[in-house]
């Protein structure tokens, strides 16, 4: 089992930063792909930046600029720098994160989910 734990939502203002964050623990090996989605009220889940294999990634043009995915590939984590952060911001963010497991095979696992509360 794999479990991916998120960290560093909360609320700021219009303008703000904030760090998320997503460890991954468990019978990991590897971590493959990463990505980050957020889902507002009333809203479908939105991917904002997606990680291949070899590390490049790609933005939501709404994010680009201000959003920076990175990760730890020898600590097994991912971050999301989101910066210059605006009210249409607002939204649960969740990690998906494909990891090679112990057991030899790739899983793909969700985080939790964290709350991000931008103000006007």
């Known amino acids: 089992q794999v479990q991916l734990v998120e960290s560093g939502g909360g609320l700021v203002q219009t303008g703000g930063s904030l760090r998320l964050s997503c460890a991954a623990s468990?019978?990991?090996?590897?971590?493959?792909?990463t990505s980050w989605y957020r889902q507002a009220p009333g809203k479908q889940r939105e991917l904002v930046a997606a990680?291949?294999?070899?590390?490049?990634?790609n933005y939501v043009d709404s994010v680009k600029g201000r959003f920076t995915a990175s990760r730890d590939n020898a600590k097994n984590t991912v971050d999301l720098q989101m910066n210059s952060l605006k009210p249409e911001d607002t939204a649960v963010y969740y990690c998906?994160?494909?990891?090679?497991?112990?057991?030899?095979?790739?899983?793909?696992?969700w985080g939790q989910g964290t709350q991000v509360t931008v103000s006007s």
């Open positions: 998906y994160a494909v990891v090679a497991t112990t057991q030899g095979v790739n899983r793909a696992y």
């Open positions: 468990g019978s990991i090996v590897a971590l493959k792909a």
């Open positions: 990680t291949n294999s070899g590390g490049y990634t």
